[in-house]
T-cell receptor
Framework: DAGVTQSPTHLIKTRGQQVTLRCSPK?????VSWYQQALGQGPQFIFQYYEEEERQRGNFPDRFSGHQFPNYSSELNVNALLLGDSALYLC?????????????FGSGTRLTVV | DQQVKQNSPSLSVQEGRISILNCDYTNSMFDYFLWYKKYPAEGPTFLIS?????DKNEDGRFTVFLNKSAKHLSLHIVPSQPGDSAVYFCAASGSNFGNEKLTFGTGTRLTIIP
């Protein structure tokens, strides 16, 4: 049973460009959250998607946007990349109201902005 | 504003001994606390959790203690094994069971010395 799948695993982009990261949730999961983990920091919540809508949002600018598709997969888009956007981006999925311990994280996408 | 703090960036413990990882929080609205373990190139994996109505939760070699008045929790691993070497993140959330964002600490790198 595949867990959470993220693609690509690594990415190098130039400042000012746009990037799209992808996430396929674990089978049976319908809720997807995105987190940014900067070097030496803990993951920080970006937003959560459920039923194809953004349900919650963290303290991130509008340059960060997302989407959830009918098959529950999700995309994270970042526009006008800044050097400070370099980080590991983690996707976590769960089944709505599954309870604590129900989050499954992917291995992440390492984004480097040069 | 770091609402969840792990003040020890690293910890080394002899194999077979007890490992104690600490976490402090500032937000009184947090109701659930979780510990995640992260190996390099992998996503965080859920380890153990505790609700604010409890002061202790055990799962095999892992025990989490919660002191609400001190806004402090700790993870005890007994006995410590080489496979426990990883980065441990403390995380906290509100009471919307399983649907809320997780607020993470900055992590503690645990090294078990054989």
């Amino acid at each position: 049973d595949a867990g959470v799948t993220q693609s690509p695993t690594h990415l190098i982009k130039t400042r000012g460009q746009q990037v799209t990261l992808r996430c396929s949730p674990k089978s049976g999961h319908d809720t997807v959250s995105w987190y940014q983990q900067a070097l030496g920091q803990g993951p920080q919540f970006i937003f959560q998607y459920y039923e194809e809508e953004e349900r919650q949002r963290g303290n991130f600018p509008d340059r960060f946007s997302g989407h959830q598709f009918p098959n529950y997969s999700s995309e994270l888009n970042v526009n006008a990349l800044l050097l400070g956007d370099s980080a590991l981006y983690l996707c976590a999925s769960t089944q709505d109201r599954a309870g604590w311990g129900g989050y499954t994280f992917g291995s992440g996408t390492r984004l480097t902005v040069v | 504003d770091q609402q969840v703090k792990q003040n020890s960036p690293s910890l080394s413990v002899q194999e077979g001994r007890i490992s104690i990882l600490n976490c402090d929080y500032t937000n009184s609205m947090f109701d659930y606390f979780l510990w995640y373990k992260k190996y390099p190139a992998e996503g965080p994996t859920f380890l153990i959790s505790i609700s604010s109505i409890k002061d202790k939760n055990e799962d095999g070699r892992f025990t989490v203690f919660l002191n609400k008045s001190a806004k402090h929790l700790s993870l005890h691993i007994v006995p410590s094994q080489p496979g426990d070497s990883a980065v441990y993140f403390c995380a906290a959330s509100g009471s919307n069971f399983g649907n809320e964002k997780l607020t993470f600490g900055t992590g503690t790198r645990l090294t078990i010395i054989p």
